[in-house]
């Protein structure tokens, strides 16, 4: 059963005149007549009474009317959704994002795209920075906001708002109401350190920091997440370097100061796979960097 025979069907019998439909689809009546004796056939009823005067629908023609209608509009509610997701009007992209990244604008960035492309659904996926690097690769994540400032071989990305290391001690700690810290002054104290196959750009960075100002730290406790890092500074366990924006969490218990040399930016990005790229993916990257630009310049 073709598409096109179930449009002449459905003109037929909104006009009942053979003239008037042929002139409507803009075809002669010879063709328009043998489509439907065609799909009389096909469906082996009787769908028009016809005599020299008038053309009528047969009770099975009324029934079939209603059916046509809605095989059309199926296909060209199908036609819409396919062009709209080749257009990348619509479709879903899976995001990954690494944890403390979500106090870096990602929740802003996918908002703005969420409302200039309703019909495209974004899922988020918390994930190591590591893992996101490989699911790109694989074509299991369309994009992700990872720790780091430059992404693996074959990758593309581009750099998040900067952000910057503070230190992140407890409220019982006399230095915890500083407006400034001299890194020099933590030599002796202990430390709460993130682990480095969770975030190894973190953890280097912190590293470099402690070295250039000529301290080895002593590392009393190891951490895979930054809940547990602040929540074990919280306690008393230790100090810790942390991105500044983790000020959002508002953690109970805990200071964040700046410090006042050998400050260092926590870096983040939004990486890609440019072989793995389409429509929908192509618009959310155009919609973030005019996000990213317009929270620098705000």
């Known amino acids: 059963m073709k598409f096109h025979v179930l449009r002449y069907f459905v003109v037929l019998a909104e006009e009942l005149h053979f003239g008037r439909a042929a002139q409507r689809l803009a075809i002669t009546q010879p063709p328009l007549s043998s489509a439907i004796k065609a799909l009389e056939e096909e469906l082996e009823v009787l769908l028009f009474q016809r005599t020299k005067t008038s053309v009528q629908l047969t009770p099975a023609g009324t029934v079939f009317l209603n ?99 503070v230190l992140c001690l407890s409220n019982e700690h006399p230095m915890a109401r500083h407006q400034l810290i001299d890194l020099k002054e933590l030599a002796n104290e202990s430390f709460v350190m993130f682990e480095r196959d969770i975030n190894p750009a973190n953890h280097d960075t912190v590293i470099s920091l402690f070295s250039r100002a000529g301290i080895y730290p002593r590392i009393v406790h190891y951490t895979r997440n930054w809940m547990t890092t602040m929540s074990m500074v919280s306690e008393g366990c230790g100090m810790a370097i942390v991105p500044s924006t983790l000020g959002r969490m508002r953690m109970a218990g805990v200071s964040l100061v700046p410090f006042a040399k050998f400050r260092e930016p926590a870096l983040g990005m939004l990486a890609w796979n440019p072989v793995l790229t389409n429509p929908a993916l192509t618009k959310f990257l155009e919609s973030a960097e005019r996000t990213m630009k317009n929270i620098v310049t705000g």
């Not at 296909?75 to 819409?80: C, G, M």
């Not at 996926?125 to 690097?133: D, L, N, P, V, W």
């Open 67 to 165: 059916e046509a209608r809605k095989l059309l509009e199926g296909a060209a509610r199908a036609k819409s959704i396919v062009k709209s997701v080749d257009q990348g009007m619509s479709g879903r992209l899976d995001i990954g994002f690494g944890g403390t990244l979500l106090f870096r604008d990602v929740l802003t960035i996918v908002d703005t795209f969420t409302r200039e492309w309703p019909g495209i659904e974004v899922v988020l996926r918390e994930m190591q920075s590591a893992e996101q690097f490989e699911w790109l690769r694989l074509g299991r994540l369309d994009a992700g906001f990872c720790h780091g400032s430059t992404a693996p071989p074959k990758l593309r990305f581009m750099p998040l708002k900067d952000d910057q290391l």
